[in-house]
């Protein structure tokens, strides 16, 4: 299978193109622009620059979430006009916290991706990572963040990642060996992840109207809607 990957859920907007036995291409940029400006030229510049369109992929992914409610859709939306005009591809859509574990496949051990949610609140996951793969020991949930670093379960190292790791391990593990800091450059989004999760399982392939973002908590027009009618 040949994949594109489409990151937009974070402040990094990146894409990537990958196959089973290599990563050919991958882009990711740091940006203050949209991404609805930014994500579809770069798809298009790094598909050209491996000579490849479109209708030579097999599939293509985005990240479901948790993260930026708005660069969530984007990246839905991409991929759904992407299929309208290649309607051959496969589709999915992988959550973020496990394609921030991918990042770390190498790594044995637990794997604690956090991402920021609101003050005292994280968007958490934990995952374990083996030569058999990565795992989910739980589902992607919200939490107080206190609360659950204080009960974290540290029978094995840990390492941490995503926005949030590097704060997290300043507060509660400072002088802890065994919980580890995932290397700055695996801490961020990237869509080649993407594609990784994406080749590990071809099955989470759906239908191109069933791409749905799980932002694991109300969005604002929910909340609003559910007070107006209090």
Partial sequence: MLILGIETSGKV???AVMSEERLLAENLVYTKLTHSQ??????????ADC?????????????????????????????????????????????????????LAGFTGRIVPVLYARPGKIYVGE???SAAGIRALSEDRITDEAEFFASLE???????????????????????????????ANRLQRASALCA?????????????DLAASYLQ?????????????
């Fill in 13 to 15: 907007a990146s894409c």
């Fill in 38 to 47: 930014i994500i579809l030229p770069m798809a298009e510049e790094l598909l």
């Fill in 51 to 103: 000579s490849l369109t479109f209708k030579d992929l097999d599939g293509i992914v985005c990240a479901a979430g948790p993260g930026s409610y708005t660069g969530l859709r984007i990246g839905i939306a991409a991929v759904k006009g992407i299929v309208l005009g290649a309607p051959h591809l496969k589709c999915a859509a992988v959550s973020t916290l496990e394609a921030l574990c991918r990042e």
């Fill in 127 to 129: 995952y374990e990572s």
């Fill in 154 to 184: 540290r029978s094995v190292p840990v390492m941490l990642t995503g926005d949030r790791a590097a704060e997290i391990k300043s507060l509660y593990f400072a002088n802890d060996a065994d919980v580890l800091l995932a290397p700055t």
């Fill in 197 to 209: 999760a994406f080749l590990a399982d071809p099955s989470r392939a759906v239908d191109p109207e």
């Fill in 218 to 230: 109300a969005t604002k027009a929910e909340k609003d809607k559910a007070h107006s009618e209090m």
